[in-house]
């Protein structure tokens, strides 16, 4: 069996590259991100008509790395979770992000604040 040639997916995104020297400091004040997100509707995962927060999202590609920025409205955050189990959390804040290439393999990765990586 032959895979079938990728083909754009309605509703698909183009990441574009990134055009200005993004700094990982949490500002967004860097001109790239004055441009309109590339994604500004998200939902909640297995509640379809629960309305979530406002998220917006900028990505960006460079030669050597993936960016990506969230600006989120968080009336009530999570400081600390009660105990070692990250999912204790996941209900109430947590953004998840899933990018495509167009291949049949899926890569996952999760990030958790400071850059550090879960999995």
């Given amino acids: 069996m032959?895979?079938?040639?990728?083909?754009?997916?309605p509703g698909s995104l183009c990441v574009p590259?990134?055009?200005?020297?993004?700094?990982?400091?949490?500002?967004?004040?860097?001109?790239?991100?004055?441009?309109?997100?590339?994604?500004?509707?998200f939902v909640?995962?297995?509640?379809?008509k629960a309305q979530p927060q406002a998220t917006k999202a900028w990505l960006f590609w460079?030669?050597?790395?993936?960016?990506f920025a969230f600006d989120v409205e968080d009336a009530d955050p999570v400081t600390a979770p009660r105990s070692n189990r990250e999912k204790d959390?996941?209900?109430?804040?947590?953004?998840?992000?899933?990018?495509?290439?167009g291949k049949a393999e899926v890569d996952s990765l999760s990030i958790k604040n400071p850059g550090k990586t879960l999995s």
């Fill in 2 to 9: 032959t895979p079938a040639k990728s083909q754009p997916v």
């Fill in 17 to 41: 590259a990134l055009a200005c020297n993004a700094v990982i400091d949490g500002s967004l004040n860097e001109p790239c991100y004055r441009q309109p997100p590339l994604v500004s509707r």
């Fill in 44 to 48: 909640i995962a297995g509640q379809p």
């Fill in 62 to 67: 460079h030669q050597e790395r993936l960016v």
């Fill in 89 to 101: 959390v996941d209900g109430q804040d947590r953004v998840e992000l899933f990018l495509w290439s």
